[in-house]
C-alpha cells in the first residue's frame, strides 16, 4: 500500500543535518589513524577528507594499486 502514488512516504534512516545525512560505520582503529593522518596532511577533518574520497571514486573510478612509500 505505501508503494501507491498516494501511499506514505518510505521514511529514511539516520540523522539529518543540513543537507546531509549523518551515518555510522565501523573501521578499524589502524585504518581511522590512516585516514586521521592523510587528512591533517591535507588540512581537512576526518570527514571532510571521507567524503572527498567516496566522491573522488564515484567520480574517477576506483583504482587498486601498490602502497605508495
Do not use: F
Not at 10 to 36: F, N
Amino acid at each position: 500500500m505505501n508503494a501507491a502514488p498516494d501511499g506514505k512516504p518510505e521514511e529514511k534512516k539516520g540523522v539529518v543535518k543540513g543537507k546531509k545525512h549523518q551515518i555510522t560505520i565501523t573501521m578499524a582503529p589502524e585504518l581511522i589513524e590512516q585516514i586521521d593522518t592523510a587528512a591533517a596532511e591535507n588540512g581537512q577533518s576526518r570527514a571532510a577528507w571521507i567524503n572527498m574520497s567516496c566522491i573522488n571514486t564515484l567520480n574517477y573510478g576506483l583504482q587498486i594499486q601498490g602502497k605508495k612509500n
